[in-house]
């Protein structure tokens, strides 16, 4: 009833989130496969049909064991985002994300489904495993310490894979970059999607030998925690507990002997590595199933909007990052593949707020604009006003230490103080006055005199000799300190607080704290794309006259970025930085190379016209020396 009620086309978020829904079922139907042999597994194997039959405890356990999954996808969901992470260091990209709600969001989750899981293993675990809570010793109940220490295995790797999750993006979702070659902007297609199952299976390597380094570390460091730092704790929470169910002895400690037997050992190796297992398989699903192209049964998604161009419009101008890049994917994919919608975005021209071309238009040139105004903020930063309070009234004036000056004779002698205050002022002007006479007289010789000087520096001279007061010295010892900070930089601790080149200039060009490169390069293409093709589709005529000012938008965004980066200061922490490497920065090079190649497209089909489009012959002659189009061509 309210979308009914809402007035204007249906937003470009109606017809993305059943898709992402979509995709959501897909992913977890594989992540459910995984829980399937992952339950037969950990199961007991003494019946032949049901350790594998799923209508049995093996369905079960699959149901209970995605549960853990479910966590993960609810995670991505949460904090999903599209464009990278920018900053000028590594460590300060730590301290920025360090206090965040997400990094302990993801803890949070990560610490539910490795409990859920160790729930789940235990109970799964045959009598052998000697895995339940109480075990009976003499005819005596006591606390067993076996499932104890494995709970720890497994909240010991949730913070492992927490501290992985954030530092290696995995809420980022790695979308398809369209990087066109110079001069063919035209006749490539858009991005190049692989299949979901494609990844996977090509990342399938990568996932196990990650569960396996981090499963395989728990031999060492899941003792050495255990016994320090967890094991009495661990024992009396569980202890609290246990005694609600069973009747235990009033004082019981842990055993003597802490439960690190063999089997124990390699069972908390396998469980650990079926774990981090289902952890990366349900990122690594997750992450290729979001990333598919805009479209729904080969078609763009507001293909089933009545107003398919109003609801891609509200996609382009939203605020939030995931539907604005996916509407300028979509955008992207109607420029080069549909013609028939594409052409209508040249002939729906009665539309409140302006053709829908004009607003393509606008909402394109703000991604590109929005690139050109952060590098001239960055070139000029805001000078500094005055203070707040000196910016409004008179200044205020300071306090008065002492009374006004007299205003008769300052020649005569003072009459004596009459009370307390004139008395305190006498007397320290008095005191000022000595002061001040005792200096004038001894003039501006040193409180040291020539003598003691003499002393210190003959008994420096035996003491060290000249090159050892020279090690000693000022700009010696700062030139050690340099020398140690250039040395730590050097080394692999060092590293997070380098300031690259690279990474400094991701921050001006892209924006931070994340910065999405595909929208800016689908932004490009699709003006590009949109203007050649209305030269046969646009029936009224209306883009010719937008023509120059992408020229002109294109002309000074080029030399605009080609100045930064030529100019761009390496940081002092860049001890690595050369000239002929360093310079070669990915993010700019390749927007310029996307302007370059549009620019001389649209050079191309409209060089003929550049008269009539109020284009002179010497901008049109700039124009192609900086889209470096031949005299052969342009001619």
């Known amino acids: 009833m309210a979308a009914q009620m809402r007035a204007g086309p249906r937003l470009y978020r109606d017809f993305l989130t059943p898709a992402l829904h979509r995709r959501f079922t897909k992913a977890a139907t594989i992540t459910l496969l995984v829980c399937y042999v992952e339950a037969v597994l950990i199961g007991d194997k003494s019946s032949l049909v049901w350790s594998w039959f799923p209508l049995g405890p093996v369905g079960i356990r699959t149901l209970l064991l995605f549960i853990s999954s479910l966590a993960i996808f609810i995670l991505r969901v949460a904090q999903l985002h599209v464009g990278a992470r920018t900053s000028t ?65 497994f909240f010991l790797l949730a913070g492992v894979q927490s501290y992985a999750h954030l530092v290696f993006d995995y809420d980022r979702v790695h979308l398809p970059i369209n990087q066109n070659k110079p001069g063919s902007a035209s006749e490539q297609r858009p991005h190049i999607v692989v299949p979901p199952l494609v990844q996977i299976r090509a990342s399938l390597p990568h996932l196990f030998q990650a569960a396996l380094i981090r499963s395989m570390s728990m031999i060492i460091l899941g003792p050495l925690i ?51 297992l289902l952890w990366e398989i349900s990122n690594a699903v997750f992450g290729a199933y979001v990333a598919q192209e805009p479209l729904k049964k080969g078609h763009p998604l507001t293909d089933d909007s009545r107003d398919p161009n109003g609801s891609l419009l509200t996609g382009l101008k939203a605020r939030k990052e995931v539907p604005k890049t996916f509407a300028f994917w ?61 910016q409004q009234g008179n200044p205020q004036p300071l306090p008065r230490l002492t009374g006004p000056l007299n205003e008769g004779n300052i020649f005569t002698s003072s009459p004596p103080p009459t009370n307390r205050r004139e008395r305190v002022q006498a007397g320290i002007g008095n005191a000022t006055k000595s002061i001040k006479q005792r200096q004038t007289a001894q003039g501006s010789q040193s409180p040291l005199s020539p003598k003691v000087k003499g002393l210190l520096t003959n008994s420096a001279n035996k003491v060290m000799t000249k090159e050892r007061q020279e090690a000693f010295s000022l700009s010696t010892m700062k030139n050690h300190i340099y020398s140690y900070i250039n040395q730590f930089l050097r080394s692999p601790l060092g590293g997070p607080f380098r300031q690259t080149l690279d990474r400094r200039a991701a921050v001006v060009v892209l924006g931070t704290p994340y910065g999405d490169l595909g929208t800016i390069m689908d932004a490009i293409d699709s003006v590009t794309r949109l203007a050649i093709s209305s030269l046969t589709e646009d029936p009224y005529g209306k883009v010719q006259a937008d023509v120059p000012t992408i020229i002109r938008t294109f002309m000074r965004s080029i030399p605009h970025l080609e100045a930064f980066k030529q100019n761009l200061q390496p940081h002092w922490t860049d001890v690595e930085y050369t000239e ?56």
Request: charged content about 20%; proline content about 6%; glycine content about 6%.
């Open 580 to 635: 002929e490497r360093s310079r070669k920065i990915d993010e700019v090079d390749i927007i310029i190379g996307s302007l370059r190649g549009g620019l001389r497209e649209v050079l191309r089909a409209f060089g003929e016209y550049a008269e009539n489009l109020g284009l002179g012959v010497g901008e049109m002659r700039v124009a192609r020396e900086i889209a470096a189009v031949d005299e052969e061509e342009a001619s």
């Open 330 to 390: 979509e955008l992207i994919h109607i420029s080069q593949c549909f013609p028939v919608r594409r052409k209508s975005f040249f002939e729906d021209i009665d539309r409140p707020g302006g053709p829908t071309w004009t607003q393509i238009l606008n909402a394109c040139l703000d991604i590109i604009q929005g690139v050109n105004n952060r590098v001239t903020e960055f070139q000029n930063p805001p000078a500094s006003g005055p203070p707040p309070g000196q």
């Open 89 to 153: 260091s590594s460590f300060q990209s730590f301290r920025q994300h360090l206090v965040r709600f997400n990094s302990l969001q993801t803890l949070v989750w990560y610490f539910f489904s490795a409990w859920w899981f160790s729930e789940v293993y235990v109970w799964s675990a045959s009598r052998k495993a000697n895995l339940n809570w109480v075990t009976k010793t003499y005819e005596r109940s006591r606390l067993n310490e076996r499932p104890i220490y494995l709970r720890t295995i």
């Open 226 to 276: 255990y016994s320090l730092f967890i094991r009495n704790t661990a024992w009396n929470w569980t202890l609290f507990f246990a005694k609600l169910l069973w009747r235990l002895p009033q004082s019981s400690n842990p055993p003597t002997v802490p439960p690190y037997h063999i089997s124990l050992i390699l069972r908390s190796v396998f469980a650990a590595f079926l774990l981090v």
